[in-house]
């Protein structure tokens, strides 16, 4: 049989659809694997150890941003029972996700404290112990999570937003009286992102992991019987023969075509910020966990997993005045992809409505991380990089391989022959930014 006829002969067979499906649906629990896997890999112990960073193009992570110093760590409450979480007083915004990416827990500002500082208790699946006083308590569904913190730095200052991240504790409940004090490494790139799994046997074998020591959940069972028809059941070893894994192999190629093609392609109408732009909402459909009134909108979950890590259901306000706001671009003015080997031409209109500052950053549309080229650097920020263009109308930024003639300081470099998309950011941003009134150019093609 010819390869051809062989890999139409794969595509035609039922399971090859079935794996297609598990694949995609299953995408979001093997990222949140991952994350939990990059903290692993540098010898970070669950519970005691905290990775800290300002991110940097050195990293992996999809769409980290420079602008806000992170925080991150694994909780395992299997092996260390109800968990505390301390934030101080102070300008901190963060989450717990669990082993699924569902949201558990918001911290500082978008948490219960509402800033003002508390504890957090995590309670572990099947919890029936004693709640003492003074927590803000919630049970997850799975043992193991992951955690997030990060805070604004005041007028770019990110050494004291490292600083501020280092007065935070978690520790386990069992040890509250005398409570131990977090390690924090600082010094390593994370590489956090389920790419290097997402095409070969590597996915179906992580997935395995996690379904076979995670409870299930109820919302999933229909999918786990799916994934049992597959071979991949939480009581059972995973040992695909030679057609079975080939099989599996060529559904995660496919799978993950598809995932990208719901974030970088998709038509939904929700998705358009305005009409008379190519700037899009990351987010198109229900709430923190994208379940709608008629059930979980799966297209939804698959453009934000596609390119995004963590979920929490402040993040997804549109409100202003309260957390960040986020748009997406993919295309540029005619409605072509960005790619790398064109220059581009982005005019924002200043002031940008933001209480705090604004930032764009570039995205690699393979690695969906911070763009890597010779010149290192990835975003351009109101506080830092484009701290002399306040007061005037408006600022040009730059985007392609060659660095522009003028506006050197306002250039970000591209790879000829990839793709890159951008994230425009604002902090608390104001009623101009949600009413139509003020809004960024697109990308224009120079070259």
Not at 165 to 175: C, G, H, K, S
Not at 418 to 428: C, D, E, K, N, P
């Amino acid at each position: 049989m010819d390869l051809i006829a062989k890999h139409d002969d794969l595509r035609s067979s039922p399971e090859f659809h079935r794996a297609v499906e598990v694949y995609r649906f299953f995408y979001p629990i093997v990222s949140a694997e991952a994350a939990l896997e990059g903290h692993r890999k540098l010898g970070l112990a669950d519970n005691r150890d905290a990775y800290l960073v300002a991110l940097t193009p050195s990293t992996t992570a999809f769409t980290g941003n420079s602008d806000t110093p992170y925080l991150t760590m694994n909780l395992n409450l299997r092996t260390a029972g109800p968990m505390v979480v301390e934030i101080p007083a102070g300008p901190y915004m963060g989450f717990v996700n669990d082993h699924n990416y569902r949201a558990v827990q918001d911290l500082g500002l978008a948490g219960p404290d509402a800033g003002s500082g508390g504890r957090h208790l995590i309670l572990p699946p099947g919890w029936e112990g004693t709640v003492p006083d003074g927590y803000h308590a919630v049970q997850a569904r799975t043992f193991e999570l992951w955690l997030l913190v990060r805070t604004v730095p005041a007028n770019g200052q990110v050494d004291d937003a490292l600083a501020a991240l280092r007065l935070l504790n978690v520790y386990p409940m069992a040890e509250a009286s005398a409570p131990p004090s977090l390690a924090f490494v600082d010094d390593q790139d994370i590489h956090n992102t389920p790419v290097p799994w997402e095409d070969n046997i590597q996915f179906w074998e992580h997935l395995h992991r996690v379904l076979s020591t995670e409870p299930p959940i109820d919302e999933y069972r229909v999918m786990y019987a799916l994934a049992a028809s597959l071979g991949i059941t939480h009581d059972e070893p995973f040992a695909p023969n030679s057609s079975e894994r080939e099989l599996l192999e060529h559904a995660a190629r496919a799978g993950r075509d598809a995932l990208l093609a719901s974030g970088y392609a998709s038509t939904r109408a929700e998705r358009v910020v305005w009409d008379d732009r190519h700037w899009e909402w990351l987010h198109i459909g229900g709430d923190a966990n994208f379940e709608t009134s008629h059930g979980m909108d799966l297209e939804a979950r698959e453009r934000w997993f596609s390119q995004a890590i963590g979920v929490t259901p402040k993040m997804l306000l549109r409100s202003p005045g309260v957390g960040s706001l986020y748009w997406s671009a993919y295309r540029d003015s005619a409605g072509a992809f960005l790619v790398g080997g064109k220059s581009y031409r982005l005019t924002v209109p200043l002031p940008v409505p933001a209480g705090q500052f604004w930032s764009i950053t570039i995205y690699d549309s393979a690695s969906r991380s911070q763009i890597r080229t010779a010149q290192g650097k990835a975003a351009l920020r109101s506080v830092v990089e484009l701290t002399e263009s306040t007061g005037n109308e408006s600022v040009d930024l730059h985007f392609g391989p060659v660095q522009p003639n003028g506006g050197a300081d306002r250039w970000i470099q591209t790879n000829p022959g990839g793709q890159w998309f951008a994230f425009l950011r604002i902090y608390q941003p104001q009623p101009s930014a949600f009413d139509g009134s003020w809004r960024p150019g697109d990308f224009v093609e120079t070259t």
